[in-house]
């Protein structure tokens, strides 16, 4: 299934969602207050950890969703680990995968499986510092004056899928590494939650590199 695939007409029923966390899960958060509050018309179908120190399990504990372990101890390879979660995101009948916070690169065989259904949050104005964990502490060593987040689709080569959405953020005097993580985590949560509508809406269509988006719909 292609991303142009997922637009055409409005959803029905909510949209079946796959999260991929590996860290404090607070773009997680975000998607289940949104659901809870009726914000957001999608269901999260399963959440999925790689780490077993990860705040992010306690968080979808809490909000009464799926959560399961797959660590990369637990299998003889990475492509092993992720044929395993790939089948269990297919089994529970999710549409759209969201790596949120995911830091692992995905193998071609995952993205072929879900291909142009594979949503991605980053911690810059892409292209800028792609392909880093620590994009935002680049971004200060390197000087910007403004950096960001992008949600994008994931291809095989990472960080380089068609840009859905980006929000810009100033770099401000004297900034550190937390602060400007804080501001533009804020921004993280606003735009995932407006590309998961929009998707969710049928309002998003795929043309090349370019990703158009008919707010007339």
């Not at 509050?37 to 077993?52: I, K, P, S, T, Y």
């Amino acid at each position: 299934m292609q991303a142009a695939e997922l637009s055409g007409q409005r959803r029905s029923d909510p949209m079946r969602l796959g999260v991929l966390v590996s860290g404090r899960g607070t773009n997680l958060q975000a998607i289940l207050d949104a659901v809870a509050a009726g914000e957001l018309r999608a269901e999260v179908a399963l959440v999925v950890c790689n780490h077993a120190d990860a705040e992010a399990i306690a968080r979808a504990e809490a909000g009464g969703v799926p959560v399961e372990l797959h660590t990369a101890a637990a299998y003889p390879s990475r492509r092993a680990q992720q044929e395993a979660i790939a089948g269990r995101l297919a089994e529970e009948g999710v549409e759209l995968v969201v790596c949120a916070g995911w830091d692992r690169v995905l193998t071609g065989q995952f993205v072929e499986r879900f291909g142009g259904r594979i949503i991605n949050i980053h911690p810059s104005l892409l292209p800028a510092f792609a392909g880093s964990l620590h994009a935002i502490e680049e971004a200060l060593k390197y000087g910007v004056k403004i950096t960001g987040c992008t949600v994008h689709f994931v291809t095989e080569k990472v960080d380089t899928g068609p840009i859905l959405l980006q929000a810009a953020v100033p770099v401000l005097e004297g900034d550190t590494a937390d602060a400007l993580a804080e501001r533009i985590h804020k921004q993280e949560h606003r735009i995932l939650l407006e590309a998961i509508r929009l998707i969710g809406d049928g309002k998003v269509e795929v043309q090349g590199r370019t990703v158009k988006i008919n707010c007339s719909m």
